[in-house]
C-alpha cells in the first residue's frame, strides 16, 4: 500500500512563516510538521508519495535525507496547484499499487486511526468536533451510509460535537473514474471526488479521536503543547 501526502500548497494562511519554508517543513516539537505525517504512515505503508510545488526543492532535500519511509517519490503538482483533487490527480501515473491512503500535509492524525482507515476500499477519517462550521461535516443516510461532505455549515446547522471531514481518505484506483470538474470556488476538490464515488462505492466513515489541523501560527504555537506522541509512535 502507498501513501500520499499532499504538501504542494503555498501555506499563505501560515504567512510570514512560510514566505521561506515550504508549511510541511515548519518545526513542530523539534521536527518538522512533514516528519510527523510520515511516522503516522510508516507502520502502514510500503512507499509513499509527497505532491509538492512551493518552495519544492527544500521538501526534495529533506526526503532525501530523512530515513523514515524509504521508498518514496515527489509528484510536482503542475502547472500549479489548482485545489486536493487536482493533487490526487497528478499522483495517478505516479502510483504503484492499487490500495493508497491521502493525508493533508499539514494535519496531523493517529497511526492507529489511519491503520483501521487502510482497511477500507474507500473510506473517509472523522473526528468529531464542537467547532465544525470551520470544516465539513459528514453527513449519513437513514441507513446510516456516507451521503455526502457539507463544506462549513452555519454555526447550529448540526449537533455539536459534529463529524468533520479531518482530510484523510483511502481509495482504490478506481477513484479516478470519478474526476470531477471545478468547483464553484475554482479548484478541484477531493471532497467532489468522494462524493461521486460514494455513487457505485460503499465509502466507510472511520472515527478518530485524534486530528490536528494545523492551518496558522496560532494553531502551529498551540501544537507545540499537544502529546504528539500519544497518537504517532516515533
Not at 53 to 62: D, M, P, R, S, V
Not at 85 to 106: K, Q
Amino acid at each position: 500500500m502507498e501513501g500520499i501526502i499532499l504538501a504542494g500548497g503555498a501555506g499563505t494562511r501560515m504567512r510570514p512563516l512560510t514566505l521561506h519554508k515550504p508549511k510541511p517543513l515548519l518545526e513542530l516539537k523539534d521536527r518538522p510538521i512533514l516528519a510527523w505525517s510520515l511516522m503516522s504512515l510508516s507502520a502502514i505503508v510500503d512507499r509513499a508519495l509527497v505532491v509538492v510545488h512551493h518552495l519544492q526543492e527544500q521538501i526534495a532535500a529533506y526526503m532525501a535525507a530523512q530515513r523514515i519511509i524509504a521508498d518514496y517519490a515527489l509528484v510536482e503538482q503542475l502547472p500549479e496547484p489548482m485545489g486536493t483533487g487536482h493533487a490526487l490527480l497528478c499522483c495517478r501515473e505516479h502510483l504503484a499499487s492499487d490500495d493508497f491512503l491521502v493525508i493533508n500535509g499539514d494535519d496531523l492524525y493517529s497511526a492507529a486511526a489511519l491503520r483501521a482507515l487502510s482497511r477500507q476500499d474507500f473510506g473517509i477519517l472523522s473526528t468529531r468536533r464542537h467547532d465544525y462550521e470551520r470544516f465539513g461535516v459528514v453527513l449519513l443516510n437513514e441507513a446510516g451510509e456516507f451521503q455526502r461532505i457539507h463544506e462549513k455549515p452555519p454555526a447550529g446547522s448540526y449537533p455539536a460535537p459534529a463529524p468533520c471531514n479531518s482530510g484523510a481518505y483511502k481509495f482504490t484506483s478506481a477513484v479516478f473514474d470519478y474526476a470531477p470538474g471545478r468547483s464553484p470556488r475554482g479548484e478541484i476538490e477531493i471532497t467532489d471526488c468522494v462524493s461521486a464515488a460514494a455513487r457505485d462505492h460503499a465509502v466507510a466513515v472511520v472515527d478518530s479521536p485524534f486530528w490536528l489541523p494545523i492551518g496558522d501560527p496560532a494553531a502551529l504555537a498551540a501544537a507545540q503543547s499537544v502529546d504528539l506522541g500519544r497518537w504517532i509512535p516515533a
